[in-house]
């Protein structure tokens, strides 16, 4: 397996913009988590999908936030519009009920 | 809520010294228990994993024991290579969810 897949690995873009960033979940695994890793604040769960469905979007910052998971081999996070502070590199991971995490390797992200 | 604390870092070693990276945690029930590693530019790996009071997790000559009785899970190796070099995350979950709680991360700086 190819592992959980993120695209794309690195965004710059300006402050306003729209900024889409996607993930291809391992096969066959029913939960899907995006975090956000920065230095101040460390990794924090954003969003997490059990069987497509959102179960806990306390961490998404705001409303410019939001996460789709149309269905079970696709998940996209949007930030709309992006701002500085936004900047940081976002990680999606994938499971199955409950075990281990496997992550991707991240977007880096980069609001000017 | 649930948390987890984890040292500061940076941590600086010459190789084959012992290494100690404290993790204490607090919550409600019976969490798992969990180290993640980092490398450079990567997503994070699962290193070990403890699921009850007194096992002991170990991977790549890591070990770390879940004490109930002190709320810790430090991870321990007894001599560091260069390659050991990384960000180690300890981490908690709760139930059949999944969702991950982290610490801030500790940077472990191997020198030869």
């Known amino acids: 397996d190819a592992g959980v897949i993120q695209s794309p690995r690195h965004e710059v873009t300006e402050m306003g913009q729209e900024v889409t960033l996607r993930c291809k979940p391992i096969s066959g695994h029913n939960s899907l988590f995006w975090y956000r890793q920065t230095m101040m604040r460390g990794l924090e769960l954003l969003i997490y999908f059990n069987n497509n469905v959102p179960i806990d979007d306390s961490g998404m910052p705001e409303d410019r936030f939001s996460a789709k998971m149309p269905n079970a081999s696709f998940s996209t996070l949007k930030i709309q519009p992006s701002e500085p502070r936004d900047s940081a590199v976002y990680f999606c991971?994938?499971?199955?009920?409950?075990?281990?995490?496997?992550f991707g390797p991240g977007t880096r992200l980069t609001v000017l | 809520g649930d948390s987890v604390t984890q040292m500061e870092g940076p941590v600086t070693l010459s190789e084959e010294a012992f290494l100690t990276i404290n993790c204490t945690y607090t919550a409600t029930g019976y969490p798992s228990l969990f180290w993640y590693v980092q490398y450079p530019g990567e997503g994070l790996q699962l290193l070990l994993k403890a699921t009850k009071a007194d096992d002991k997790g170990s991977n790549k000559g890591f070990e770390a024991t879940y004490r109930k009785e002190t709320t810790s899970f430090h991870l321990e190796k007894g001599s560091v290579q260069v390659s050991d070099s990384a960000v180690y995350f300890c981490a908690l979950t709760q139930g059949s969810q999944g969702n991950l709680i982290f610490g801030k991360g500790t940077k472990l700086s191997v020198k030869p």
């Open positions: 991971a994938s499971s199955f009920y409950g075990g281990e995490q496997f």
